[in-house]
């Protein structure tokens, strides 16, 4: 049986193409807000960082009413760090709409989202977005977007897919790109007609598959899912089963049910075929869980969560300065919030090590790793991180595999070289080059995650901030050699104390200092980047001789350059595999493995 009076979408899409802006559009002019209510821009992006970085980290449900059908509405990321997000929301829905920026045109994600969609056999609505950008190109966008269904092999109905045109931020979309669009109804109608309706057996046994997880301090677990057949009720006694463990059988019982309309959870008592639910009560409750009738306990298949490539170290802080800035230092403290951590982020994994103060935490990124230490690090956590580093496999043979990216880099022509010349030094192979828009090249890469380490920042460096890096896994491949990361040597401070503008003045010849006068320091803390390869130990904390000839304001000349200071990620990027990132709610701090320098001389001849 059909359920016509729902539809159930999510919005895929490559960064930045205006996913949670075009959301933002449908919630106002279907009447979720009243005339008049002031409403945050992105209202979806709910997290702080995610207002603050533009980006969205986690998979968000809303529902709106358009002529008495209701739409749940499932917002994605964007970032292959978080594709993990968007793997699994695709299992609650019966249709997609796809957006693509009108200029940028098809991207990598937009690739991985698309093919994720297509091998679930769901149809896709396009909708080109941003066509008021000044450099919009919609038409040959459409191309492109046609080309990569072939591509991936979509079947003629996929391809028979309708396209709108939108400019999300005026909320206007039409038909045509070349008509204005007067609202968003081209779209609403659209997802009406071409989105098919849910479909089950509302007589039959029920099941739920769970699909997201949310948390939240009071309830604790709250399992998101999308009901298959039959109908769930508050108080229904119910059994857990998993398709990927055989073993799982547990009776629970529903204790509070929820539906979506709007931004809020509406407390519901039952829901049937097709309805998007949120269940509260159940503490053992997890993704990929199907949720069944104890007379016919039957899971749903759900594919696995790819696999992390990247780990990184969280440690107790055991620097000098450790417990003077953060609330929580300890290694309980630190184990108890990384393993709760996994209640919402099913992409991470955190493995205890033979230290009971460091913990590994391995996840799809830096990017995603750096979200989760911003995290705790607002929370009041204080700790320490070592430098990024990739999972590798072991093939049949015994041969060392390590996983692959591929990135679309466009780039204006004059940065080409510099971009190709980085990227082959670190293991990548040219796989295309193409111009695009005026005056910009495309340059395709596959190069091991490794490779990207540590290059951003640089990157941004030489195409002074104009270039675009894009990434996605590709898969993994025999080990290309090894790479050397970074080129130039590490300041040392040499001793503790506050650092004083007379030795910083005589140390900023050496290289780029990352502190000013004033700040404290300590035997074996990195206080910035030497112009040449090998670390060098300086005395910031040295006052002038005091002698007693009076020289008239010659302390007052000194002019210091301004410090660079690093932002979380580059300080990430910047780290080296000796090195560690003192993280407190106050202060980043970079630092060597080993204090002493002596120990560390040793160490370094070992």
Do not use: W
């Amino acid at each position: 049986m059909k359920r016509e009076d729902v539809r159930n979408i999510a919005i895929i899409a490559h960064v930045d193409h205006g996913k949670t802006t075009l959301v933002d559009e449908l919630l106002k002019q279907s009447g979720v807000f009243r005339e008049g209510q002031e409403v945050a821009q992105r209202v979806m992006d709910s997290g702080d960082i995610e207002r603050e970085r533009g980006i969205t980290i986690l998979s968000k449900n809303t529902a709106i009413t358009y002529k008495d059908t209701k739409i749940n509405i499932i917002d994605t990321p964007g970032h292959a760090d978080f594709g993990g997000e968007v793997e699994r929301v695709l299992k609650m829905v019966n249709g997609v709409i796809l957006v693509v920026d009108a200029f940028e045109g098809a991207m990598p994600q937009t690739k991985f989202v698309l093919k994720k969609a297509l091998e679930l056999e769901l149809p896709v609505v396009v909708c080109i977005n941003k066509i008021d950008r000044p450099e919009a190109r919609p038409d040959e966008v459409v191309d492109e977007v046609l080309e990569l269904f072939i591509d991936l092999e979509a079947n003629e109905e996929q391809l028979d897919c309708p396209f709108i045109f939108a400019s999300a931020r005026d909320g206007v979309a039409s038909y045509d790109a070349g008509e204005p669009g007067k609202d968003m109804t081209p779209l609403f109608d659209t997802i009406l007609d071409y989105i098919p309706a849910p479909e089950g057996d509302p007589d039959a046994a029920t099941q739920v598959l769970i699909s997201t997880i949310d948390y939240n301090e009071y309830v604790g677990r709250i399992g998101v899912g999308k009901v298959d057949n039959g109908t769930i009720r508050v108080n229904q006694d119910m059994v857990i089963v998993n398709a990927h463990d055989p073993e799982k059988n547990e009776k629970v019982k529903i204790s509070k049910l929820y539906e979506f309309d709007g931004l809020k959870k509406v407390e519901v008592n039952e829901a049937t075929i097709g309805a998007i639910v949120a269940i509260s009560g159940i503490s053992d409750i997890h993704i990929g869980d199907t949720l069944c009738s104890p007379e016919n306990p039957q899971a749903i298949p759900f594919q696995k969560i790819s696999e992390p490539t990247i780990s990184m170290d969280f440690m107790v802080n055991d620097s000098p300065l450790a417990g003077q800035e953060g609330k929580y230092i300890t290694s309980r403290h630190l184990r108890d919030r990384l393993f709760s951590e996994l209640n919402s982020d099913v992409s991470l994994r955190v493995e205890e090590t033979e230290d009971m103060d460091v913990f590994k935490v391995s996840g799809r990124g830096e990017l995603h790793l750096s979200v989760l230490i911003e995290n705790m690090r607002r929370e009041g956590y204080e700790f320490a991180v070592s430098k990024a580093e990739v999972l590798y496999h072991t093939d049949e043979a015994g041969h060392k595999l390590e996983p692959m990216e591929r990135a679309y880099i466009d780039v204006p022509e004059e940065f080409s070289g510099s971009v190709i010349e980085k990227l082959s030094n670190r293991k990548g192979e040219l796989q295309g080059m193409s111009p695009i828009g005026t005056g910009y090249t495309r340059l395709e890469f596959l190069i091991p995650s490794r490779g990207l380490i540590g290059y951003r920042g640089e990157f941004l460096t030489d195409t002074k901030g104009n270039g675009v890096l894009n990434t996605v896994f590709e898969d993994y491949a025999p080990y290309k050699g090894d790479i050397e990361y970074r080129k130039q040597g590490s300041l040392i401070a040499f001793e503790s104390g506050e650092t004083v503008t007379y030795g910083l003045f005589n140390a900023q010849d050496r290289g780029t200092l990352f502190v000013g006068p004033g700040e404290k320091v300590y035997g074996g803390m990195v206080i910035g980047q030497n112009g040449k390869t090998d670390d060098i130990e300086l005395n910031v904390c040295k006052t002038k001789h005091l002698t007693n000839t009076r020289s008239s304001s010659a302390d007052e000349a000194l002019k210091l350059t301004p410090p660079k200071i690093l932002s979380l990620e580059e300080a990430l990027e910047f780290i080296d595999t000796d090195e560690l990132l003192e993280i407190t709610p106050e202060n980043l701090r970079i630092r060597k493995k080993i204090l002493d320098s002596t120990q560390r001389y040793r160490a370094n001849k070992k």
